[in-house]
């Protein structure tokens, strides 16, 4: 049983991840709010929903077992909590590079509300948290069912990085770096949400950033 987990599971992450994206990138970005939303909306669907479906239909299991629960079982190591100050100041220094600017944000207006300021962000969070129980849950978990955690996690990190090889060399790279400490923080407290906190964080303080530093685009202040 363990190892047709774990082939489903590398299926899974195979597939899912493909239909997503050629569903959500069907059309050729435009960077209007709508189809971002969507874009994320997709992503919740394939990676969040359709994967719940598979571990209660498939496995006959919960979504804890693949470390989509609230026990610890351990807390994050000290050093992790030192990853958040220097996840805000990289992002503060790196957001106005042109390169960055070129991508983000990625809702692609000249103006922002308030409104969609809070839209965007909570979307970002919904989208992660399905994103990490894809990769580091499901995947994760169902691959420490036949392999060592080292071996699991290089398993984790290629297809993580292949994930991101459409975004170019410097995001796929910078990927699988961090996704090795995502993984070594799941596999230490036994859920996901370390690594949910670590990348909302990189995700939201780097559209902030670069929604400040775009030179056409602003924030209205009562909108």
Same mark, same amino acid.
């Given at each position: 049983?363990?190892?047709?987990?774990?082939?489903?599971?590398?299926?899974?992450?195979?597939?899912?991840?493909?239909?997503?994206?050629?569903?959500?990138?069907?059309?050729?970005?435009?960077?209007?709010?709508?189809?971002?939303?969507?874009?994320?909306?997709?992503?919740?669907?394939?990676?969040?929903?359709?994967?719940?479906?598979?571990?209660?239909?498939?496995?006959?299991?919960?979504?804890?077992?693949?470390?989509?629960?609230?026990?610890?079982?351990?807390?994050?190591?000290?050093?992790?909590?030192?990853?958040?100050?220097?996840?805000?100041?990289?992002?503060?220094?790196?957001?106005?590079?042109?390169?960055?600017?070129?991508?983000?944000?990625?809702?692609?207006?000249?103006?922002?509300?308030?409104?969609?300021?809070?839209?965007?962000?909570?979307?970002?969070?919904?989208?992660?948290?399905?994103?990490?129980?894809?990769?580091?849950?499901?995947?994760?978990?169902?691959?420490?069912?036949?392999?060592?955690?080292?071996?699991?996690?290089?398993?984790?990190?290629?297809?993580? =990085?292949?994930?991101?090889?459409?975004? =170019?060399?410097?995001?796929?790279? =910078?990927?699988?770096?961090?996704?090795?400490?995502?993984?070594?923080?799941?596999?230490?407290?036994?859920?996901?949400?370390?690594?949910?906190?670590?990348?909302?964080?990189?995700?939201?303080?780097?559209?902030?950033?670069?929604?400040?530093?775009?030179?056409?685009?602003?924030?209205?202040?009562? =909108?």
């Amino acid at each position: 049983m363990d190892q047709i987990e774990f082939i489903v599971a590398i299926l899974w992450a195979v597939i899912g991840f493909a239909g997503y994206y050629f569903l959500a990138h069907r059309k050729s970005a435009s960077g209007k709010a709508r189809e971002v939303l969507a874009q994320r909306g997709w992503g919740v669907f394939f990676m969040g929903f359709v994967t719940m479906l598979i571990i209660f239909l498939v496995f006959k299991d919960k979504p804890a077992s693949y470390g989509f629960g609230f026990s610890f079982l351990l807390p994050p190591p000290w050093w992790s909590y030192l990853i958040l100050p220097l996840i805000i100041t990289a992002n503060y220094f790196q957001s106005s590079l042109p390169a960055n600017l070129a991508m983000y944000p990625q809702i692609r207006i000249e103006k922002w509300s308030g409104k969609l300021l809070a839209l965007s962000g909570l979307s970002w969070i919904a989208f992660l948290v399905a994103y990490e129980f894809f990769f580091r849950g499901f995947l994760l978990f169902a691959s420490l069912t036949v392999l060592d955690p080292w071996p699991a996690i290089a398993l984790n990190c290629s297809l993580y =990085g292949f994930a991101h090889f459409y975004k =170019g060399p410097g995001e796929t790279f =910078g990927a699988i770096i961090v996704g090795v400490l995502l993984c070594y923080l799941t596999i230490h407290t036994g859920n996901i949400w370390s690594a949910v906190v670590i990348h909302s964080l990189m995700a939201l303080s780097n559209e902030w950033f670069s929604l400040s530093a775009h030179p056409k685009m602003k924030l209205l202040r009562n =909108g």
